[in-house]
């Protein structure tokens, strides 16, 4: 009898036994079970998705689509012969509709809202501003920086929330960033994400020949998606801060789009507080610069390349003609990635007399130039 009982004694021990192994062997394949704490990676992506919620709540009201509206034009029907079709006179005038052309972010609660010059470049039109709420109004007066792609539009409105501009001084390749703007003209409040994919770009955006701006410096390139009718508006951190202005798209690649540092931005918004325009030094000539290996190579000065003069301006008042390399600026060295010629005259003020040095066909010369005012132009 004793020893059934002590038999039955160690079957229960070892029962119990081997459901404490086999809970312990479960637990150490799969962890989650029996516990309510969410892995790293899903509390990673839930804050990421916090960051764009919070951004977009926050910053959403503030982004504004921009609107032309076209003058009246002369519309020149289908013509067979010396006879009209389907009942048009030949030179009638017709009013286009107003379209969406690009994208904004309001700067100042009474009607200040910054985009990009080239979203505003036809003098001829007339524009205005779309919100979030859909309220339409009319832009009063624009203030176009002669020297950035950059424009500001006056509205009159009051109680505008204006946005948080943040800092480009320590950005970060790899930097998580949110781009808002109105997709293609059509779909606004357009939230896309993605990283800093490289800083202090280089890039020619528009036309090769803009009076006096063909290129930008130093702009953020990023892999979140930059839409014809997102130029203009803003880039932000994940503080919901803005860090650019989002202003090209590369032709012909994917994922590969472009924004001007806010801290340039701050500076035309600086300028522009000052006087209510945009008083900037200019010379007056169209370049591209030319690195020491190319110039070695065709035998001539490395520097800024100048391919075309703005007629009246003072760079052809002090005889700087087309095919000069500027060298020099005040004794400074022009140099491509280092000290680009637009930087060296920005560090100038307006009416300030300069020294260039050129190398012209082989020779070295110097000129004197007196700095105008962009916003004269």
Excluded: C
């Amino acid at each position: 009898m004793k020893r059934l009982i002590i038999l039955v004694v160690i079957l229960i021990l070892l029962l119990f036994g081997l459901s404490y192994f086999f809970d312990k062997f479960s637990l150490s394949i799969n962890p989650k079970i029996g516990s309510q704490t969410p892995s790293s990676e899903n509390v990673k992506l839930l804050n990421e998705e916090n960051v764009v919620t919070d951004a977009v709540d926050s910053v959403g009201p503030s982004v504004v689509t921009i609107v032309e509206d076209q003058p009246a034009r002369m519309e020149q029907p289908f013509s067979f012969g010396p006879f009209s079709i389907f009942g048009q006179t030949p030179g009638q005038e017709v009013d286009p509709e107003p379209r969406n052309i690009g994208s904004g972010f309001v700067v100042d609660k009474n009607g200040l809202i910054v985009t990009n010059k080239h979203v505003v470049s036809d003098t001829s039109s007339k524009y205005q501003v779309l919100t979030i709420n859909d309220k339409t109004y009319d832009v009063v007066k624009i203030y176009r920086d002669p020297l950035n792609d950059i424009a500001i539009l006056k509205v009159d409105a009051g109680g505008l929330k204006p946005v948080t501009l943040g800092s480009s001084d320590n950005l970060k390749v790899g930097q998580f960033v949110i781009a808002i703007g109105t997709a293609l003209g059509e779909f606004r409040n357009t939230v896309t994400t993605g990283v800093i994919s490289g800083l202090g770009r280089g890039i020619t955006a528009g036309s090769s020949f803009e009076g006096f701006v063909e290129k930008l410096d130093n702009v953020i390139q990023t892999d979140a998606a930059i839409n014809p009718g997102n130029s203009g508006g803003p880039l932000l951190n994940s503080s919901s801060q803005v860090i650019g202005i989002n202003t090209a798209v590369a032709s012909g690649g994917e994922n590969i789009g472009f924004a001007i540092p806010v801290n340039e931005i701050k500076k035309s918004i600086e300028t522009f507080n000052k006087g209510g325009q945009f008083d900037r030094p200019y010379l007056g000539v169209s370049y591209v610069m030319v690195d020491k290996d190319v110039a070695s190579i065709n035998n001539f000065a490395a520097g800024a390349y100048v391919q075309d003069i703005v007629s009246g301006s003072p760079a052809e008042s002090a005889g700087i003609k087309k095919g000069d390399i500027i060298m020099e600026i005040n004794g400074k060295r022009i140099e491509k990635d280092k000290h680009e010629l637009s930087e060296a005259i920005s560090e100038h003020k307006v009416g300030e007399e300069i020294t260039i040095q050129l190398w012209r066909d082989g020779d070295t010369v110097e000129v004197k130039s007196k700095l105008g005012n962009a916003s004269d132009q």
